[in-house]
T-cell receptor, first 111, second 112 residues
Framework: DVKVTQSSRYLVKRTGEKVFLECVQDMDHENMFWYRQDPGLGLRLIYFSYDVKMKEKGDIPEGYSVSREKKERFSLILESASTNQTSMYLC??????????FGNGTRLTVT | QKEVEQNSGPLSVPEGAIASLNCTYSDRGSQSFFWYRQYSGKSPELIMSIYSNGDKEDGRFTAQLNKASQYVSLLIRDSQPSDSATYLCAAQARGGADGLTFGKGTHLIIQP
């Protein structure tokens, strides 16, 4: 079974802090993704990566950056956390032409 | 702009009946379609995938695809209270490197 592991289940940060969300997958998948999910807005793609050191902006990249130094690890960085970034963050991975497999999610609260 | 549309519900179905969930998609370049189930506070879980026109059955679940109408559906037979969840429809372009486009989900309630 595919395992996608997100480093934190719950996180509370203060406004202006730099926040790192870590994601690791164990299936040698090429593609990795970061989504956020908010009530009424559904799942929205923040960034994705189809190879090591490659990254592409999704639909809502503003205020975020990513890093993929190794194939199995994809990090989401909030450069200066703001209250409107309070959300559920979901990491996912996939092989070519295959469905996404999600991690358990990180519920981030920015106060 | 790629879009996937679903009725948000809630859709209430008696236990043992057939639950019918529908979605439409805007991008004719979409090749693959998926249904995810999401329980409250949990992450989405893949339950069905479909790639060609017609029906695909897996246990109590049947996915249906009509590319001409840009329409995808999910039928759940013999609905159980444990099927109560939000169901997300998703479309994927060829290759899938840019991820999936998700609908906002249909909230399904199975009434005992």
């Amino acid at each position: 079974d595919v395992k996608v592991t997100q480093s934190s289940r719950y996180l509370v940060k203060r406004t202006g802090e730099k926040v790192f969300l870590e994601c690791v997958q164990d299936m040698d998948h090429e593609n990795m993704f970061w989504y956020r999910q908010d009530p009424g807005l559904g799942l929205r793609l923040i960034y994705f990566s189809y190879d090591v050191k490659m990254k592409e902006k999704g639909d809502i990249p503003e205020g975020y950056s990513v890093s993929r130094e190794k194939k199995e690890r994809f990090s989401l960085i909030l450069e200066s956390a703001s209250t409107n970034q309070t959300s559920m963050y979901l990491c996912a991975s996939s092989a070519y032409n295959s469905p996404l497999h999600f991690g358990n999610g990180t519920r981030l609260t920015v106060t | 702009q790629k879009e996937v549309e679903q009725n948000s519900g809630p859709l209430s179905v008696p236990e043992g009946a057939i639950a019918s969930l529908n979605c439409t998609y805007s991008d004719r370049g979409s090749q693959s379609f998926f249904w995810y189930r999401q329980y409250s506070g949990k992450s989405p879980e893949l339950i069905m995938s479909i790639y060609s026109n017609g029906d695909k059955e897996d246990g109590r679940f049947t996915a249906q695809l009509n590319k001409a109408s840009q329409y995808v559906s999910l039928l759940i037979r013999d609905s159980q209270p444990s099927d109560s969840a939000t169901y997300l429809c998703a479309a994927q372009a060829r290759g899938g490197a840019d991820g999936l486009t998700f609908g906002k989900g249909t909230h399904l309630i199975i009434q005992p």
